[in-house]
């Protein structure tokens, strides 16, 4: 059994029930070793990184709840009441190579004097948070600081000079104030992209808000082509606003050393068709949930955001390293806060099919495993 190194390796994303390959994954070693951080050698191998199981192990999670101060009370299940613990032993094998194991001081070392950047929405904090946890475990003594702003916060390691940051853009394009409304400028990225240019790790994520109504609908009216929309296609409109990112990451990276990252879209588990033959719930069922579904075929109906991801990076001159999370976290229904968060009144968490949260998941828990990945594809 081969060690993974990503050097080498091609990396297989699903994209359909079939598997289909996604060829803006591979990285052939250039890519990999292009800015000084350093490549692991091991024995040479093929690896489907994010094809493969969850297996059990005792010897997880790498921190816990407990003893990392930053993690907040939407994501921290332990602190509000969880009653199981199992869903934190679960580790991701790929189907033909192993993991390195996370190792905190390793990653400040080979990052030191670098800022890696978390960019997106609430599932970007989810794992940003969850790096900053897994990092300061294996190094508790160090000098730390913590500053938070809207829309950017960032954890500093001060002894190795590594900040790691968080800046908040569910949409990645800008959203601009006019007349009193919230303008979606699908073709206008100049403000937000003003907070990333001094960051050497860049990792993006986007899906989940382009397709919210209502209240939650983020913006009152979108911007194309110079024209102001009520509404129009959610897809077209993703789309479009990922085309802009795409624009403006092909020329950064061409003019400095930062590698990007695009995280796929994380799943949710409100609808346990998904998992159970014949049920009936249609409620935010992911609450009860203690383990994960087996097999390693997606469960679901695989994300249609991915898809229109896959299309715009396929086209980009320098593709972004794409960490396919999806169908390894869509196995994961037990992974999620449910009713036990901080963010739940009494009430609400005695009506889990109206409050549970299936949507973000508990720290410690599966966005460790995502680091893990990313921590993987940036140093070996």
Not at 153 to 168: A, E, I, M, P
Not at 233 to 241: C, F, I, P, Q, S
Not at 254 to 275: G, L
Request: net charge negative; aromatic share 12%.
């Amino acid at each position: 059994m081969a060690i993974f190194n990503p050097s080498v390796c091609v990396l297989i994303t699903v994209l359909s029930f079939n598997f289909v390959l996604l060829a803006s994954s591979v990285r052939p070693v250039h890519h990999i070793n292009t800015h000084g951080m350093p490549i692991r050698q091991s024995n040479q191998s093929e690896c489907a990184l994010f094809m493969g199981s969850w297996v059990h192990d005792e010897s997880y999670p790498i921190y816990q709840a407990s003893s990392c101060p930053i993690i907040d009370p939407e994501f921290n299940c332990q602190m509000y009441g969880r009653p199981d613990s199992n869903y934190l032993k679960y580790r991701w094998k790929p189907a033909n190579c192993e993991l390195p194991r996370f190792n905190g001081l390793e990653f400040l070392m080979k990052m030191r004097g670098k800022t890696v950047m978390f960019v997106g929405d609430s599932l970007g904090r989810n794992q940003w948070e969850s790096l900053i946890c897994m990092t300061w475990s294996a190094v508790q003594r160090t000098a730390v600081k913590m500053i938070r702003g809207e829309p950017l916060s960032t954890f500093k390691f001060l002894d190795y000079g590594v900040d790691v940051s968080f800046y908040r853009a569910m949409y990645l394009v800008d959203i601009d104030a006019v007349g009193g409304r919230r303008v979606l400028k699908l073709e206008d990225i100049s403000k937000n992209s003003r907070g990333w240019m001094a960051a050497d790790v860049l990792l993006f994520n986007t899906g989940h808000w382009w397709s919210h109504k209502g209240s939650l609908q983020g913006w009152d009216v979108m911007e194309s082509g110079g024209s102001l929309y009520e509404d129009m296609d959610r897809l077209v409109a993703l789309e479009t606003g990922l085309k802009t990112w795409a624009q403006w990451a092909d020329s950064h990276v061409e003019s400095t050393n930062t590698r990007i990252f695009f995280q796929s879209v994380s799943p949710t588990h409100y609808n346990p068709s998904e998992w159970s033959a014949g049920a009936t719930s249609i409620g935010k069922s992911c609450y009860g949930e203690t383990s994960p579904m087996s097999g390693s075929a997606y469960p679901g109906i695989y994300p249609d955001q991915m898809r229109v991801i896959d299309t715009v990076i396929r086209g980009m001159q320098n593709p972004a390293y794409i960490l396919d999370i999806t169908t390894l976290s869509a196995m994961r229904k037990d992974a999620h806060p449910s009713i036990y968060t901080g963010y739940l009144s009494p009430g609400q968490r005695a009506n889990p099919d109206h409050s549970a949260d299936c949507s973000h998941w508990c720290l410690p828990g599966l966005p460790d495993t995502w680091n893990q990945l990313f921590y993987t594809a940036l140093l070996f």
